[in-house]
């Protein structure tokens, strides 16, 4: 007896005469989901959010809005995108099934939350072993640590959202604050960890933000970025972000972690005495961009600066950024 126990089906794949086929490249994004058995991680985690007897399991209701994203959908009743193909994506939940599904995670936001936290957390970790060599945890030490962005954005609402509402540039929207790894040259172009979603007028400078996204991300990382106690290893990341990141409280919480930082921090011109303290040479040595060439007038500490080298000072021309 043969039980089909992924996602979507598994279709035959041949070439024929026909010049199109709409979306069937999705099939390749539903063979990678059933790949790393979404289905079963999907109903460990999240299966109190259906009923016992439902027929559209958490993993089918997830793997087919991934598989809509994919394919340039934006809204649930994009989902005729698959149903279009029930040979290659089997049957799609409704519009209204998927709706109750998110009233009950709704209903209990902080049980959610958990599953849907430990449920990425582990399909990451599958994914990335997967990879081998290119793996991101094997990679990431002390001296070359995963890098971690935050920074926020505006997005527009052209209509009346949950948190839609004035921002500073004169728009009319939302303020979502993402974190996203960069792999770096060679590695891909990176993915999002986290995104914390804010009214368009929050504040950028909000340490308690910052300090929101930042424990949402790192709760993504596989277990290689945590000791035997589960305490994070900070030493293995790098916090990038801008000016609004340059508080103490936030700055002081990556600290007591042992996360590394990059920070913007802007000299005022009647503090540029403070410029020419940090800009003896003997203690740096010149900043290579991502291709390993010379950045102009940009210095990081050099390997025999005395004490600890977190945190340190970035040079850039005349001005600085705290790292």
């Given at each position: 007896?043969f039980?089909?126990?992924?996602v979507?089906?598994?279709?035959?794949v041949?070439?024929?005469?026909?010049?199109?086929?709409?979306?069937a490249?999705l099939n390749?994004?539903?063979?990678?989901?059933?790949?790393?058995?979404?289905r079963d991680?999907?109903?460990?985690?999240?299966?109190q959010?259906?009923?016992a007897?439902a027929?559209?399991r958490?993993?089918?209701?997830?793997g087919?809005?991934?598989?809509?994203?994919?394919?340039?959908?934006?809204?649930?009743?994009d989902?005729?995108?698959?149903?279009?193909?029930?040979?290659v994506f089997?049957?799609?939940?409704?519009?209204a099934?998927?709706?109750?599904?998110?009233e009950?995670?709704?209903?209990?936001?902080?049980?959610?939350?958990?599953g849907?936290s430990?449920m990425?957390?582990q399909?990451?970790s599958?994914?990335w072993?997967?990879?081998g060599?290119r793996?991101?945890a094997?990679?990431a030490?002390?001296l070359?640590?995963?890098?971690?962005?935050?920074?926020a954005?505006?997005?527009?609402?052209?209509s009346?959202?949950?948190q839609?509402?004035?921002?500073?540039?004169?728009?009319?929207?939302s303020a979502p604050f993402?974190a996203?790894?960069d792999?770096?040259?060679g590695?891909?172009?990176?993915?999002?960890?986290?995104v914390?979603l804010?009214?368009g007028?929050?504040?950028?400078?909000?340490?308690?933000?910052h300090?929101?996204?930042?424990?949402?991300?790192?709760?993504?990382?596989?277990?290689?970025f945590y000791?035997?106690?589960?305490?994070l290893?900070?030493e293995?990341?790098l916090?990038?972000t801008?000016s609004a990141g340059?508080?103490?409280?936030?700055?002081?919480?990556?600290?007591?972690?042992?996360?590394?930082?990059?920070?913007?921090?802007?000299v005022?011109?009647?503090k540029a005495?403070?410029?020419?303290?940090i800009?003896?040479?003997q203690?740096?040595e010149?900043?290579l961009?991502?291709?390993?060439?010379e950045?102009?007038c940009?210095?990081?500490?050099?390997?025999?600066?005395?004490?600890?080298?977190?945190?340190?000072?970035?040079?850039?021309g005349?001005?600085?950024?705290?790292s």
């Open positions: 007896m039980k089909n126990t992924g979507f089906p598994s279709p035959s041949a070439t024929t005469g026909q010049s199109l086929v709409s979306h490249w390749v994004l539903a063979s990678f989901i059933d790949a790393f058995d979404v991680l999907c109903v460990d985690r999240l299966g959010f259906v009923p007897g027929r559209h958490p993993g089918t209701i997830l087919s809005l991934a598989a809509r994203l994919a394919g340039g959908g934006e809204h649930v009743s989902l005729d995108i698959l149903r279009s193909g029930p040979g089997g049957g799609v939940a409704s519009n099934t998927i709706s109750r599904f998110f009950r995670t709704v209903a209990n936001p902080d049980l959610f939350d958990y849907f430990t990425s957390r399909l990451r599958r994914v072993a997967a990879a060599d793996n991101p094997l990679h030490t002390a070359d640590p995963l890098i971690i962005d935050l920074d954005t505006l997005v527009t609402s052209h009346d959202k949950e839609a509402v004035g921002t500073y540039k004169g728009g009319y929207g993402a996203s790894i792999y770096g040259c590695f891909g172009t990176g993915e999002i960890l986290a914390v804010r009214p007028n929050a504040g950028a400078n909000s340490a308690d933000d300090i929101a996204v930042f424990t949402q991300a790192v709760a993504q990382l596989p277990d290689a000791d035997e106690e589960g305490k290893i900070g293995k990341i916090v990038r801008d340059a508080s103490r409280k936030f700055l002081y919480y990556l600290a007591s972690l042992g996360v590394q930082f990059s920070v913007s921090y802007p005022p011109v009647a005495r403070m410029v020419g303290w800009s003896d040479k203690y740096w010149p900043a961009d991502q291709a390993g060439e950045r102009t940009t210095f990081v500490p050099n390997r025999s600066t005395p004490g600890p080298r977190r945190p340190c000072w970035i040079l850039m005349t001005g600085s950024r705290r």
